[in-house]
């Protein structure tokens, strides 16, 4: 079955830094290339929203209270994603997860187990 497995989370201070990272070690490099591949996070209570987007031509969409602080890239070499997120904020404390999406934001596979990020004031 296939899954993406996402690592990198931490506590960290508001203003600081971290980046996330996505693998797909059972996805072959010729699916995986033509995937597009997003960001979510699930904040407690909330529902689980789009946090970033990046297209099989490496095209990114950024949600509105990310852009300027968040960078989504891919390395399909290495069947990769990441998301460098600074200035960080307590409103940005929730699960973050990854995952490929068909149309714009539609997730593609069964979801993972994401990893938890903790903003502190």
């Known amino acids: 079955q296939v899954q993406l497995v996402e690592s990198g989370g931490a506590s960290v201070q508001a203003g600081g830094s971290l980046r996330l990272s996505c693998k797909a070690p059972?996805?072959?490099?010729?699916?995986?290339?033509?995937?597009?591949l997003a960001w979510f996070r699930q904040a407690p209570g909330k529902q689980r929203e789009l946090v970033a987007r990046?297209?099989?031509?490496?095209?990114?969409y950024y949600v509105d209270s990310v852009k300027g602080r968040f960078t989504i890239d891919r390395d399909n070499a290495h069947k990769k994603v990441y998301l460098q997120m600074n200035s960080l904020q307590p409103e940005d404390t929730a699960v973050y997860y990854c995952?490929?999406?068909?149309?714009?934001?539609?997730?593609?596979?069964?979801w993972g187990q994401g990893t938890q990020v903790i903003v502190s004031s």
């Open positions: 059972r996805m072959i490099t010729s699916v995986f290339n033509p995937n597009h």
């Open positions: 990046i297209g099989s031509d490496k095209s990114t």
């Open positions: 995952n490929a999406v068909t149309g714009w934001s539609d997730p593609r596979y069964d």
